[in-house]
């Protein structure tokens, strides 16, 4: 999860330390380029494509894990 914490650092502009699995996104720059960025960032770090509109329903970084098949086995 380490690699999608420093992913969604980026994206929102913050430090990696302030991103956890409950950081909550309306808290941060959570807008339609971030979630176009979290979807190649997921892409990228686990194979996995996610959608759009799911994405945008999520409340919490928590929330994006439990869209990750492969987040869900780990």
Do not use: K
Not at 45 to 51: A, P, V, Y
């Amino acid at each position: 999860m380490q690699e999608l914490y420093a992913g969604l650092a980026e994206i929102f502009e913050t430090d990696t330390a302030e991103v956890n699995a409950d950081t909550v996104l309306a808290e941060h720059n959570w807008d339609s380029l971030a979630i176009v960025s979290t979807i190649a960032l997921v892409d990228e770090i686990r194979g996995e494509l996610l959608d759009g509109a799911a994405l945008a329903e999520c409340v919490t970084v928590a929330d994006i894990v439990a869209l990750i098949p492969q987040a869900q086995a780990a």
